[in-house]
């Protein structure tokens, strides 16, 4: 059971280029977010989706656009990256059952830096 | 909008002493708080949370209070070890949480420093 994995963990982009960051649950779980995190901003919501074949915008989904194709798999991707969405991004999932505890699980996260 | 203040940014203690960490939140129809470590490096971890029907809750040396009426909950750390260090973040979501999509907001987190 790996829990939460995170692909690529490190990555170094130009400026306008494209990519896309791949999160993966085992846990069956039916929700699932990505984060980003800056010094001093805390955790802040890009996307979501609460389950396979929807999304929805968080608090900062700007310049950012997801898929959820399969329960298992979130993907995060960056179409024109600018040096603004030099981040850590944290993917995270958590159960949707009534009555279960609301804990997000959370990936080992990505280094992005866009130069 | 929902959003959830933080403080102090930056804690530095004796080991051995107390810590506490505040939030406050501003959607009165929040009633899920969990509190979330960050070691360097590494992936927040749930340390610990509360519901709104609870005032206190304590596992171990780690407790947090809710005061539901000024909108704020505490973490409370006692008799600090080296190992406490890290960034901690509060968080707060509404109810129910599984209609809200599991939402939480994050606090902009406190970085405690434990000094042998």
């Known amino acids: 059971n790996a829990g939460v994995t995170q ?21 069956n779980h039916e929700y699932m977010y990505w984060y980003r995190q800056d010094p001093g901003m805390g955790l802040r919501l890009i996307h979501y989706s609460v389950g396979e074949g929807t999304t929805a915008k968080g608090e900062v989904p700007d310049g950012y656009n997801v898929s959820r194709l399969k329960k298992q798999n979130f993907l995060l991707g960056l179409e024109s990256a600018a040096p603004s969405q030099t981040s850590v991004y944290f993917c995270a999932s958590s159960y949707s059952k009534q009555g279960a505890k609301n804990i997000q699980y959370f990936g080992a996260g990505t280094r992005l830096s866009v130069l | ?48 949370d509360i519901r709104s029907n609870v005032g206190e809750k304590k596992d171990q040396r780690i ?54």
């Not at chain 1, 990555?11 to 649950?25: F, Y």
């Not at chain 2, 406050?24 to 509190?35: E, K, M, R, V």
Request: proline share 6%; glycine share 6%; with cysteine.
């Open chain 1, 7 to 27: 692909t690529p963990k490190f990555r170094v982009l130009k400026t306008g280029q494209s990519m896309t960051l791949l999160c993966a649950q085992d846990m």
């Open chain 2, 63 to 116: 407790a947090v209070t809710l005061n539901k009426t000024a909108k704020h909950f505490s973490l409370h750390i006692t008799e600090t070890q080296p190992e406490d260090s890290a960034v901690y973040f509060c968080a707060a979501s509404k109810s129910p949480w599984y209609n809200q999509g599991g939402k939480l907001i994050f606090g902009q987190g406190t970085e405690l420093s434990v000094k042998p």
């Open chain 2, 1 to 48: 909008g929902e959003n959830v203040e933080q403080h102090p940014s930056t804690l530095s203690v004796q080991e051995g002493d107390s810590a506490v960490i505040k939030c406050t939140y501003s959607d009165s129809a929040s009633n899920y708080f969990p509190w979330y470590k960050q070691e360097l490096g590494k992936r927040p971890q749930l340390i610990i």
